[in-house]
Antibody
Framework: QVQLQESGPGLVKASQTLSLTCAVS??????????WNWIRQRPGKTLEWIGY???????YYNPSLRSRLTMSLDTSKNQFSLDLTSVTAADTAVYYC?????????????WGQGTLVTVSS | QSALAQPASVSGSPGQSITISCTGT?????????VSWYQQHPGKAPKLMIS???HRPSGISNRFSGSKSGNTASLTISGLQAEDEADYYC???????????FGGGTKLTVL
């Protein structure tokens, strides 16, 4: 059973870059057909898919965030990361990393516990 | 991209059955059998309960079942238990460029 764990600063100043990492255990991020995702939940709001990075390194981002978003893989540490630039208060949220197995399925079968990021002015 | 429409809250007594609806469009729920449901307890990560409209992942109780008719998917929980009290989110594949759209969430209260 794969396990995911997010880490990163809980507080980021407005206009700066939000950087988060998701450590994966129980499986390799560079094998198979797995897609590694970021999903966020703003206070009182529903879940919002942010983007994914494929085990081969290809990425696809939510069009609403694409201009500010970069995702990357670190296969040596079995983790993947998110950088979101020029943050505002609207980026305050709990950020989750999650796995999508691809292969005809369209669900997220494993999730991290989530990490709260607050953007301060 | 608007969220899928879910009732804000539902409630039921232990042992009863409840159904949570999730209404989308022909760009998501209506045209694709890629609806999933997630259970989220306070402060916890979402947990996959139903995938592909009706499929229960390994380890999920058969008290949970999913269905779909037209643009509306539904999650039914039978034999309600106190531990079922949580928020429930539906999610669907969408052709609107961002692959997935989630519902607004439904708070289930077990009376």
């Amino acid at each position: 059973q794969v396990q995911l764990q997010e880490s990163g600063p809980g507080l980021v100043k407005a206009s700066q870059t939000l950087s988060l990492t998701c450590a994966v255990s129980g499986g390799s991020i560079s094998s198979g057909t797995d897609f590694w995702n970021w999903i966020r939940q703003r206070p009182g709001k529903t879940l919002e898919w942010i983007g994914y990075i494929y085990s081969g390194g290809n990425t696809y981002y939510n069009p609403s965030l694409r201009s500010r978003l970069t995702m990357s893989l670190d296969t040596s540490k079995n983790q993947f990361s998110l950088d979101l630039t020029s943050v505002t208060a609207a980026d305050t949220a709990v950020y989750y990393c999650a796995r999508w197995r691809g292969g005809g399925t369209w669900d997220f079968d494993s999730w991290g516990q989530g990490t709260l990021v607050t953007v301060s002015s | 991209q608007s969220a899928l429409a879910q009732p804000a809250s539902v409630s039921g007594s232990p042992g009863q059955s409840i159904t949570i609806s999730c209404t989308g469009t022909n760009n998501d729920v209506g045209d694709y059998n890629f609806v999933s449901w997630y259970q989220q307890h306070p402060g916890k990560a979402p947990k996959l309960m139903i995938s592909d409209v009706t499929h229960r992942p390994s380890g999920i109780s058969n008290r949970f079942s999913g269905s779909k008719s037209g643009n509306t998917a539904s999650l039914t929980i039978s034999g309600l238990q106190a531990e079922d009290e949580a928020d429930y989110y539906c999610c669907s594949y969408t052709t609107n460029g961002n692959f997935w759209v989630f519902g607004g969430g439904t708070k289930l209260t077990v009376l």
